[in-house]
């Protein structure tokens, strides 16, 4: 599918996250920051695991209003939050640390309650015969614009302004940029909530299929929290010291390394579907399993390239199979359950994963490796339905 084919309110969408995904490296810039600062993988997992429960009241207050939130507006909501996020980041290095960081992770945990609406908006959005091919283009740009980014601000806050001090401006500078993001959303997103909000009575079938959905989703969502970036982080930069920016040529190497995947997976039958999605796992199967194994930058690199390349390659296919199990007037409230099931999950995950890497760095990887295994049994049993 070439990109003048997409229809331009999809285009303008996938623009958007071509432009926010290098403000995404904020997700690396805290823990190394905090590392930096004197914070410990436990006291880091410690404290993520206090906001994570001081945010259940709030979030789900906030939640209840999810249904009446326009869904370019709850964009927009995402942007302003994630700014005050990083801008409460950057005055914790001479103002109140703990505490600034601390409310820092409480309004992005706020921000986090209406990230499902990206896939609601991707839901009424795109084509639904040309679901597949459109993804492509959706993970190609943002990838490409997160892999270059990734590559230049960590060779800035890795080599040429390595200081605690510059990361606190770096995370003032990206707070402010929200000012541009929210302006796109304004002029440039089309009103997406006509076909949404609606009142009507739906039936929707709890099937097999999508308890397994389900199961998979939890088995994986449990995975990848008992090994987050916090663990990666402290890996590198604590036990095998090395630098902000070896951190981030993994994670930019493995983005680009998963493009060809953009291309891949529109030539892919979606017959081929739970092949695809099962090869997914498989492939975060040996990405546990090597980072669990061999402490070393290009055992590290490969096993990072390969789950990004399976995860990006199935994707595409991962979203059509739930977009077909969920009613379009629905979508946020179906995909917001997920998510909220993804937070209680989440609730102690950092604590644990952090209790884990005290006993040894790479022990969450080993935990991460059973969970991944136990997803493939159900995905045969999916294939051979």
Do not use: C
Not at 11 to 38: E, K, N, Q
Not at 74 to 99: H, K, M, R, T, W
Not at 129 to 148: F, G, K, N, Q, T
């Amino acid at each position: 599918m070439r990109w003048r084919d997409i229809p331009v309110g999809v285009r303008r969408y996938i623009i958007y996250h071509t432009i926010i995904s290098p403000l995404l490296i904020t997700w690396y810039m805290l823990p190394a920051y905090m590392l930096m600062t004197g914070y410990s993988i436990l006291e880091i997992g410690l404290l993520f695991t206090v906001i994570n429960i001081l945010s259940v009241p709030l979030t789900y207050f906030i939640g209840k209003l999810f249904d009446r939130v326009a869904i370019r507006h709850g964009l927009i909501l995402i942007d302003a939050l994630d700014s005050v996020e990083n801008v409460l980041y950057g005055l914790s290095y001479s103002f109140l640390g703990p505490l600034m960081i601390s409310l820092g992770l409480l309004v992005g945990k706020i921000s986090r309650v209406f990230y499902p609406l990206y896939q609601a908006a991707e839901k009424l959005l795109y084509p639904k015969d040309r679901l597949e091919e459109v993804y492509a283009w959706h993970m190609r740009l943002p990838l490409l614009s997160e892999a270059i980014s990734f590559i230049v601000l960590g060779y800035i806050f890795g080599v040429l302004f390595p200081k605690p001090i510059h990361y606190a401006i770096g995370f003032i500078a990206i707070g402010g940029s929200s000012i541009f993001t929210v302006t796109y959303l304004v002029k440039y997103l089309p009103r997406l909530d006509v076909g949404e909000r609606i009142g009507d009575v739906f039936t929707f079938r709890f099937d097999r299929e999508f308890r397994a959905i389900l199961a998979i989703e939890a088995l994986e969502i449990l995975a990848l929290y008992l090994a987050p970036e916090i663990v990666l982080i402290n890996y590198m930069m604590i036990d095998l010291k090395m630098s902000f920016f070896q951190i981030m040529l993994v994670v930019a190497l493995s983005t680009l390394a998963s493009l060809p995947a953009t291309h891949l997976s529109e030539r892919i039958h979606p017959r081929h579907r739970f092949k695809v999605i099962s090869l997914y796992f498989v492939l975060r199967t040996l990405w546990a399993l090597i980072m669990f194994l061999i402490p070393n930058f290009y055992a590290i690199l490969a096993a990072n390239i390969m789950a990004e390349f399976g995860n990006t390659l199935s994707l595409p296919f991962y979203r059509s199979w739930i977009f077909s199990k969920i009613p379009s007037d629905k979508a946020s409230s179906i995909l917001a359950g997920v998510s909220s099931f993804e937070r209680i999950i989440g609730l102690i995950a950092p604590l644990t994963a952090g209790l884990l890497a005290t006993l040894h760095p790479t022990l969450p990887y080993l935990t991460s490796l059973i969970l991944f295994l136990a997803t493939i049994p159900i995905l045969l049993q999916l294939e051979k339905k």
